[in-house]
């Protein structure tokens, strides 16, 4: 006699979606309450940037002009804010040691405002301190003597997105010996 599996996994849990109606996804693409509506959904769990938001929609089938207009009610509401935004990204990626020139770069890829993301990286903690801490952490408190540990130190902290200067006060190194 065989043996019973008492697993379900046989019994094929995993469903194709069915090809919607044209005409529904069509009038769905125009319907800003349906927008609107996931739209508030969307930023119920998690806060968006308003570019953000709005390719968000546009990749859900939502018309791009409805989109723009739905984020820009969302906007006049104060329900979405960018500057609000890049503030909490800031604080959030620094706290994971991450430094300023990779998260403005990341704020510039979501669509933020360059101003706001200048004033929200201004506004966040001493990047120095931050370098220093992350180097620290990673690598002991015992500063590096030899270039080739140095280097690599400062590899690190590059790649994490801390400028020269950071990297310089973080590492104690003078990379250019001729000043």
Known sequence: MGTRRTSRS?????????????????AKAHDPEAARATAVYLLA???????????????????????AAVVAELVEERLLDDARYAENYV???????????RIGADLRSLG?????????????PDWRQLARTIRIRKFGEIPAED????TRQARFLQYR???????RAATGADF???S
């Open 176 to 178: 250019d010996p001729d």
């Open 112 to 124: 933020v405002p360059a101003t706001l993301v200048d004033a929200a990286l201004d506004a966040g």
């Open 147 to 150: 270039w080739t540990e140095k």
């Open 10 to 26: 046989h019994l094929g849990t995993f469903r194709r979606k069915r090809a919607g109606d044209p005409a529904a996804a069509a």
């Open 91 to 101: 604080a959030y990626h620094a706290g994971r040691g991450q430094g300023p020139l």
């Open 161 to 167: 997105g801390f400028s020269s200067d950071h990297i």
């Open 45 to 67: 769990r998690r806060d968006f940037a308003s570019g953000e938001l709005g390719q968000k929609l546009g990749s859900q089938g939502y018309d791009a002009a409805v989109a």
